[in-house]
């Protein structure tokens, strides 16, 4: 008889115990001090989202006025071929990198040429071996591309 009071006693007394725990360890949780306005700050910046939906086709007030609406929204005029080849293909066809065909070498482009001009314009346009599409620059229109290679092919003393 006595053994099992002992051992009720025990778990009554251990369940009790566990009880006190629980309440210690949550109420000790839950004391948190409120956050001064600096916590309260940083921490709406670190959860704060990303970026933010814009619903409305109007460009917001500050982007509006600081850089041009205008010049935001139409599209790049057509560069000229002489400009393209500045500022894409002269890197390679300058120099004559990776074996690319050098502007003002006729002996270089003429075997080219005689694949005939819309030939050549498509492997600019899809890349060809080394030449990579567009010059590596996907922001370049056909339009542009087929001028680059006039404007090469007439640096190099040929007419497309
Ligand atoms: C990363 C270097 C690189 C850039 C930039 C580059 N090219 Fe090339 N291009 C090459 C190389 C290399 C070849 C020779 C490929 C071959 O025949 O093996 C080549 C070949 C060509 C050819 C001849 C294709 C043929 O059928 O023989 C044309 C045309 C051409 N490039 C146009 C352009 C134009 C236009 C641009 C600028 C928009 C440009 N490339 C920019 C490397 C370049």
């Known amino acids: 008889m006595l053994p099992l009071v002992g051992i009720l006693g025990a778990m009554i007394a251990f369940t009790v115990f566990i009880g006190v725990l629980a309440a210690a360890i949550g109420g000790f949780a839950g004391k948190g001090r409120p956050l001064d306005d600096r916590e309260l700050a940083t921490l709406k910046e670190r959860i704060a989202p990303i970026g933010q939906v814009r619903t409305s086709d109007q460009p917001p007030m500050e982007t509006a006025s600081a850089s041009g609406a205008a010049s935001a929204q139409t599209p790049a005029a057509p560069r000229s071929g002489s400009e393209v080849v500045q500022q894409v293909c002269s890197a390679c066809h ?67």
């Open 94 to 160: 300058g120099a004559g990198v990776l074996g690319a065909p050098k502007i003002g070498t006729k002996g270089d482009w003429q075997p080219r040429l005689a694949q005939g001009f819309d030939t050549l314009t498509q492997h600019a346009i899809t890349g060809i071996r080394a030449m990579p599409p567009k010059g590596g620059n996907p922001g370049v229109s056909e339009d542009e591309i087929k001028a680059a290679v006039t404007e090469m092919l007439k640096q190099s003393s040929l007419t497309p």
